[in-house]
């Protein structure tokens, strides 16, 4: 193929574009989901590009300082619960109970009673 046949067929390709979008279902869908895929790498390389922190996930002025000579939260001063979980990292799993999980009806369609 030479560069004439190359260019011939993506010219028959874009102008057949508009009438298959118009009719074709499967490909007017399959148009929508490449275009948002594109817009979605487009949108991933430009923030590649503009570098570490250059689009914040918030306002900086959005962002609550706590003020350094205000008390603290009642959270952080209350001590912690008195009874340690039964399983933790690093404990034996000795004395532990460990029970079935529930049945689960996920997936599966309503039981109906019998008249």
């Known amino acids: ?5 190359i260019a011939a067929r993506i010219g028959q390709a874009l102008r057949l574009a508009p009438a298959l979008l118009r009719h074709d279902p499967i490909f007017r869908y399959a148009a ?9 790498l487009v949108g991933r390389a430009a923030q590649d590009w503009a570098g570490q922190g250059a689009i914040p996930a918030t306002p900086p002025s959005a962002l609550e300082r706590p003020s350094v000579a205000g008390p603290a939260s009642p959270d952080l001063t ?3 619960p008195a009874a340690a979980p039964a399983i933790v ?27």
């Open 89 to 115: 990292p690093g404990r034996s799993l000795d004395g532990v109970t460990i029970a079935p999980a529930p049945a689960e009806d996920f997936g599966r369609l309503p039981r109906q009673k019998q008249p």
């Open 32 to 40: 929508i989901g490449a275009l948002m895929a594109l817009i979605l």
């Open 78 to 80: 209350q001590p912690a």
């Open 1 to 5: 193929m030479t560069a004439e046949d």
